[in-house]
């Protein structure tokens, strides 16, 4: 046969099969627009302005890979729709005589002439989406998204190169499922029903084997060194077991409830149940693939938000009571610590004895706790701890309380020694145990938990013997904050000028210089001392600019991942409805009313489409203890918070879903309703 004939026989075939077809264009063509614009967005030169580039662009590469798995199930779920509805015309063909491999070329036409269709519609549709989804995103944001408008050549050819991968593994598989079909078969394919897989059990046992593995790593893991190591892998557990548990799972749902003779003898629970069943194995892929997306959707603006969140506390905590600049000196003798901090003290607030000041002194040691003992630089024992030893006045002064210590004694919160002696490296001190713990400190905060680390605030009238104890030099750091009122900023921008001063920010120059003036004037040496200056308002940009891009992306992912249920939804209902309009005509044409048609259609929706919104939720019960030692590295991090927020975020995403089920059922009914054809 000539090969014009086999191409005008495939543009027939799919322009005959409208119904099909374009469903299927724009399926496809929107799952290559989302690819688009996530390639795109991760190679948008504006990016690079953005503060954590190399993150970001990491976070939208895996994004890319994400959506890329998903688009050849999808792929392929609408491939097999194509197939199954073709089934009659290639039966056709072959009584009239054309041999299979003239129906595998038709098919390779018919591929070719979509996928160059998905292709011109998909990357225009793409590059809008791209623009559409920035400018929402940036909507939500407090901060400028430094992206123009922008046509990414990589964003383009790699968009080509895994849609003409997933259509050749297309053309493969449809090739091989004519080569294996009966031609008599081919002729009525369209009408059977699906079969039950073989080994079902066995399909079952996997899944649940590779969701507890799944599973398990999330509830093993704790701390988030081995949780950030471990996630994909987790991941990767969940998703295969997802849909081999949702193959076998929702045959066993079904078939319960057939057995239940009460509930399926019943017009409606009967026609709902038994239709659900004809089509078992593309209810399950799709019904997957919801599940995963959903989670996808929760995972992707809770992790996002609730960093942004606890970067702006982190920052907050370090700036207690208002306070606009902080000073941070280290490297300065203990027994010079009340000059430096005098001389700190007047020169950020420039002479001025109305504006506050306040700081304290302290020394670090990361240890952990072995019996009574703790002993410095060492993580191998219980009880991992990073102690602040605050000089004892400044702890009165910030805490308002009046505790006395002698010699060799010193006071906190530390319940893992029950004798009331602790060593510190070989010397013991007299532990003034607290009755509760210190829970904040000044610009601490006792929940921040540094990679599974607890901080402690241990009050000390001798800096000096901690030093010798811990066998270090007799040095310590300040820290002081001021307040500033916004006329006092306005006021040092507009006085510094000169340009010898280090940096940019004009307010940090005017600190710098008046701190080395002070320093001097105490008879210290400044050149001897490490300092850090920073400035609140200056932190809280820093924090929007990389945390801020982060939540950004996670948004841009998860209205993506959300875009994708939608579409699976309505082309599932689309689709569905299509395959089920003949035979609700003829239910209607032995008697069967309008309302009873309505009550199947919300029975047959409501049974399956409620099945991934149930998994959803058990994948987020579960992925919350992984995802929180992931998260708790990154400062004032509270689990707490981050728990409520999940509850939050699923509570709105069920309202979505609701809106989307109750749009895609009415779909559905218009569909079989429909009697004009």
Not at 208 to 237: E, K, M, R
Not at 487 to 514: A, R, W
Request: charged share 15%; aromatic share 12%.
């Amino acid at each position: 046969m000539r090969k014009p004939i086999c191409l005008k026989l495939a543009w027939q075939t799919l322009v005959r099969n409208s119904r099909i077809t374009l469903p299927y264009l724009f399926g496809s063509t929107v799952i290559i627009s989302l690819l688009y614009s996530i390639v795109a967005l991760g190679n948008n030169p504006g990016m690079q302005s953005v503060y954590g580039y190399d993150i970001l662009t990491s976070i939208l590469s895996v994004g890319s890979i994400v959506v890329s798995f998903f688009a050849v199930i999808f792929f392929f779920y609408l491939n097999s729709i194509l197939i199954k509805n073709r089934k009659n015309e290639m039966g056709l063909f072959t009584v009239l005589g054309m041999e299979k491999r003239h129906l595998i070329r038709i098919v390779f036409y018919q591929l070719l002439i979509l996928f160059l269709a998905n292709i011109v519609f998909g990357i225009p549709i793409g590059i809008l989406i791209d623009k559409v989804m920035i400018l929402i995103c940036s909507k939500f944001l407090t901060f400028e998204v430094p992206l123009g408008f922008y046509i990414s050549k990589i964003g383009i050819i790699r968009v080509i190169e895994i849609i003409g991968i997933i259509y050749l593994l297309l053309f493969a598989w449809s090739a091989f499922v004519i080569s294996k079909e009966n031609p008599l078969n081919l002729l009525k394919g369209k009408d059977y029903g699906e079969t039950e897989p073989k080994n079902r059990w066995i399909i079952g046992v996997a899944g649940l084997i590779c969701l507890a593995i799944g599973y398990g790593i999330s509830l093993a893991v704790d701390n988030p060194v081995d949780a950030i190591l471990l996630f994909f892998v987790a991941v990767a557990f969940v998703i295969a077991g997802t849909y081999l548990t949702f193959i076998y799972g929702s045959i066993m749902v079904l078939k319960i409830l057939q057995s239940n003779k009460r509930y399926y003898y019943k017009t409606r629970h009967f026609i709902s149940v038994s239709s659900k069943k004809y089509r078992m194995k593309e209810n399950a892929a799709s019904l997957a693939s919801i599940a995963i997306l959903s989670t996808s959707v929760l995972v992707g603006i809770s992790a996002t938000t609730i960093l942004l969140m606890t970067a702006v506390r982190t920052v907050n905590n370090q700036y207690p009571d208002n306070s606009k600049v902080q000073v941070e000196t280290s490297f300065i003798e203990s027994n010079q610590a009340a000059a430096a901090m005098n001389a700190i003290n007047t020169a950020i607030s420039f002479g001025d004895p109305s504006m506050e000041v306040a700081g304290y002194g302290y020394i670090t040691s990361l240890g952990s706790f072995h019996e009574n003992s703790f002993v410095d630089s060492d993580q191998s024992g219980k009880h991992p701890t990073l102690i602040y030893f605050v000089f004892l006045d400044d702890f009165n002064r910030i805490m308002n309380t009046d505790i006395q210590l002698q010699d060799h004694q010193i006071y906190g919160y530390l319940p893992m020694i029950d004798d009331g002696v602790i060593k510190i490296g070989s010397t013991p001190f007299v532990l003034v145990q607290s009755e509760e713990p210190i829970e904040h400190f000044y610009n601490l905060n006792r929940s921040q938990n540094q990679f599974g680390i607890t901080i402690e605030v241990v009050a000390v009238k001798d800096m000096e013997a901690i030093n010798q104890a811990l066998g270090r030099e007799n040095l310590v750091t300040l820290v002081t904050s001021a307040k500033m009122s916004k006329t006092d900023l306005e006021e040092f921008q507009n006085y510094i000028h000169d340009p010898d001063y280090l940096g940019d920010n004009p307010i940090v120059k005017s600190y710098h210089n008046s701190i080395n003036q002070h320093l001097k004037q105490a008879g210290l040496d400044p050149e001897q001392i490490s300092g850090r200056l920073s400035y609140y308002d200056s932190q809280v940009l820093e924090v929007l600019n990389l945390f801020g891009g982060l939540f950004f992306a996670g948004l841009y992912l998860s209205l993506m991942f959300l875009f994708a249920v939608i579409l699976i939804m309505y082309y599932k209902q689309v689709t569905e409805g299509n395959a089920d309009k003949k035979r609700f005509r003829i239910l209607q044409n032995v008697g069967l009313e309008k309302k009873n048609i309505k009550q199947i259609i919300n029975d047959q929706v409501l049974i399956l489409f409620f099945m991934p919104l149930l998994m959803c939720a058990v994948h987020m019960a579960f992925a919350y203890p992984m995802l929180s030692n992931m998260l708790s590295s990154a400062g004032s991090f509270d689990r707490v918070i981050f728990l409520e927020l999940i509850i939050g975020i699923f509570l709105v995403y069920v309202l979505v879903y609701i809106l989307i089920y109750r749009l895609s059922a009415k779909t559905y009914y218009s569909i079989v309703q429909d009697h004009r054809r």
